[in-house]
């Protein structure tokens, strides 16, 4: 089915978000549209879906005009969509979110559709090797397998238009090759495919053509054979470096000292992190990488005290954290950035001013004499939106009103404001523009140039190459090894695998 958007206008109060866009995607082709965040990518695929109503402009398929009151009337229409922000109800089965939204009866009959919900899944999870139980209840699944999920939902509707705003920024680097390769099958089998993504490799890798949208304008289009550095000029509207400079570390003292810690999952008495130990000096940045699952998330959140260790002793130039609340811990001077931005990160119903200053507000200079100074608050807002190029129509904006990477932005320059002794980020990046990522590898690098000890948690490995100077290899919730960024991406793939940890096993 062609898909064509002519002339595509949607503002949100004075702010336009998408200025008269024009778009086509041929059947049985993968379009990618890039732009940066808030560009107005998810806008114009939610007009599309028909979440929102256009201001102005026209959607047709196979050349025909179509009106969709909401998401209803376009997945009847052949549209699917995988959201940027995970729909999915996570107390529900995956059949039982599958059905969700399109039950054809009600009552007792409703069964009959649950059964046919299951069938469905397993027909779909079998044809591209999915792997998905249909009875598993969601909250249970990894991000990857939640995000197979969606994509069962979308094509339970026999979607002839697939529309993915950003698949893989959550996915491991092996479910992103499995993912492509999914999108190249419906490809093939005819399906018309929107994709949005800020992974240029992707892009080159699936697209067979390329739109490229900035501040709400179509500013051009692309070949894949372009380069990455093309693209993101493109995109950006400047040069962009994709890698970063930065001199050898100058390490000083040890600052942060974990020592043998354990974590055990409370329902499976698994050993989530064990037996960890390592040393940060202010100064340098120790990258932990390994395949997401193996203890990196428990090693960030058990650090700070996010969850609870049941053995070991974390120290902070050499106080004790342990057992200490997460505000102490982060007042001793860490700074957090947590791998869920929406759950941890902020809070959307916060104006972006506040969430800037969310453990802060009843602080100097923020509070005095237990009010909190609005100019002082809305001053510091403005500076820091100014400083990470946060695109959003006010400070007094709600962050839930911004775009995902744009949040992420708020989450990181709140973090990065405060003096700092060490930081903790656990995926950083993910979900920012090329020329946003190249801003925030220089910000860290310069915390780190400060004398700040920094802990990067990435499952991106150019990421953990951009910055680390040691790297520390995680596998089933141990450290395999602590290696040089020299070290090679087949070696780093072995350990990955846990090639070091069982020979230690072993011996
Ligand atoms: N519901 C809303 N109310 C007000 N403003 C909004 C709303 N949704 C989006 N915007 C604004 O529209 C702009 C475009 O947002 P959009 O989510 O489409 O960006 P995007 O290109 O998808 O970016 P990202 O790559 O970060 O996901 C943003 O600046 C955002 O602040
Ligand atoms: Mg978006």
């Known amino acids: 089915m062609k898909l064509e958007l002519r002339k595509i206008t949607k503002k949100f109060g004075d702010f336009t978000a998408n200025d008269q866009i024009d778009l086509v995607v041929e059947s049985g082709t993968v379009h990618a549209l890039l732009g940066e965040n808030g560009a107005g990518k998810s806008t114009l695929m939610n007009v599309l879906f028909g979440l929102y109503d256009a201001d102005g402009g026209e959607i047709l398929l196979d050349d025909e005009t179509r009106v969709f009151a909401g998401p209803g009337d376009a997945m009847a229409a052949g549209i699917g969509m995988v959201h940027q922000h995970f729909m999915l109800v996570p107390v529900f089965t995956v059949a039982e979110n599958v059905m969700l939204g399109h039950e054809q009866v009600r009552g007792p009959a409703k069964l009959l559709d649950l059964e046919a919900a299951r069938e469905k899944v397993r027909e779909i999870s079998d044809r591209f090797g999915f792997h998905v139980d249909p009875d598993a209840m969601v909250e249970d699944l990894s991000v990857g397998a939640q995000q197979r999920v969606e994509i069962i939902k979308a094509l339970s509707r026999d979607a002839r238009v697939l529309i993915l705003d950003e698949p893989t920024a959550v996915l491991t680097p092996q479910e992103t090759d499995e993912l492509l390769e999914i999108v190249g099958q419906l490809r093939d089998s005819g399906t ?48 962009v470096s994709m890698t970063v400079d930065k001199d050898d570390a100058t390490p000083g003292e040890p600052m942060l000292r974990v020592e043998n810690l354990t974590v055990i999952d409370e329902d499976t008495r698994i050993k989530l992190l064990d037996g960890v130990s390592f040393e940060v000096r202010g100064g340098e940045i120790l990258a932990v990488a390994g395949v997401q699952g193996n203890g990196q998330t428990e090693l960030a959140e058990a650090i700070l005290g996010v969850v609870d260790a049941v053995e070991g002793s974390v120290t902070l130039d050499g106080t004790e954290l342990m057992g200490r609340s997460i505000r102490d811990n982060l007042d001793a001077g860490i700074g957090f950035v947590p791998e869920d931005r929406t759950e941890d990160g902020v809070v959307a119903s916060f104006t972006v001013a506040n969430n800037l200053i969310l453990d802060l507000y009843d602080r100097e200079p923020y509070s005095k004499r237990g009010a909190i100074d609005p100019g002082v608050v809305s001053r510091n807002a403005e500076e820091q939106v100014e400083k990470f190029d946060v695109r959003t129509t006010s400070t007094e904006a709600l962050t839930g009103s911004l775009s995902g990477g744009n949040q992420q932005k708020v989450v990181l320059a709140r973090e990065l404001a405060r003096d700092l002794k060490l930081l903790i980020a656990s995926q950083p990046t993910r979900g920012l523009d090329v020329g946003s990522i190249e801003f925030v590898h220089k910000r860290i690098i310069e915390e780190r140039d400060k004398g700040v000890a920094v802990v990067i948690v990435s499952s991106e490995l150019d990421e953990v190459y951009a910055l680390a100077d040691r790297i520390a290899v995680m596998y089933h919730g141990r450290i395999v090894d602590i290696v040089s960024p020299d070290t090679d991406r087949d070696t780093m793939g072995l350990m990955m695998a846990g090639a070091h940890g069982d020979e230690e096993e072993a011996a």
């Open 192 to 239: 018309a495919v929107v994709l949005i993504t800020h992974k240029l490799r992707e892009v080159k890798a699936i697209a067979d053509t390329i739109t490229v949208i900035r501040r709400g304008k179509v500013v051009g289009t692309a070949e894949p054979t372009a380069s990455q550095e093309e693209l993101a000029s493109l995109m950006v509207g400047r040069d």
